[in-house]
């Protein structure tokens, strides 16, 4: 019923740049909260960043002042600007979104996740 797919993701440099996108779509009334996870390899995933649907937010300690996460209610999407990218921010980052969504006339709320894009940040 409902799809997020993700989008951004890349190989760069450290010290670079990336912008990740996240386009929720399906049956959805309204979106709650929005945010971005990672996982690295052998490690567990862990929230990198999150948005109310007011917009305010919260970041994990190590990607403060760095990234930025951003929303557009009107098109269902979320997206993570990450500046000053380091090695050890190397990971596929998942989307995830409490949507309320509609199906056969009944209102439901999910828990959803993204494919997942990776994030490579070479020395």
């Known amino acids: 019923q409902v799809q997020l797919v993700e989008s951004g993701g890349g190989l760069v440099q450290a010290g670079g740049s990336l912008r990740l996108s996240c386009v929720a779509s399906g049956s959805i009334f309204s979106i709650k909260d929005m945010g971005w996870y990672r996982q690295a390899p052998g490690k567990q995933r862990e929230l990198v960043a999150a948005?109310?649907?007011?917009?305010?937010?919260n970041y994990e300690d190590s990607v403060k002042g760095r990234f930025t996460i951003s929303r557009d209610n009107a098109k269902n999407t979320v997206y993570l600007q990450m500046n000053s990218l380091k090695p050890e921010d190397t990971a596929v980052y998942y989307c995830?979104?409490?949507?309320?969504?509609?199906?056969?006339?009944?209102?439901?709320?999910?828990?959803?996740w993204g494919q997942g894009t990776r994030v490579t940040v070479s020395s």
């Open positions: 948005i109310t649907t007011g917009g305010s937010t």
């Open positions: 995830n979104a409490d949507v309320l969504y509609l199906s056969g006339g009944y209102y439901y709320t999910g828990d959803y």
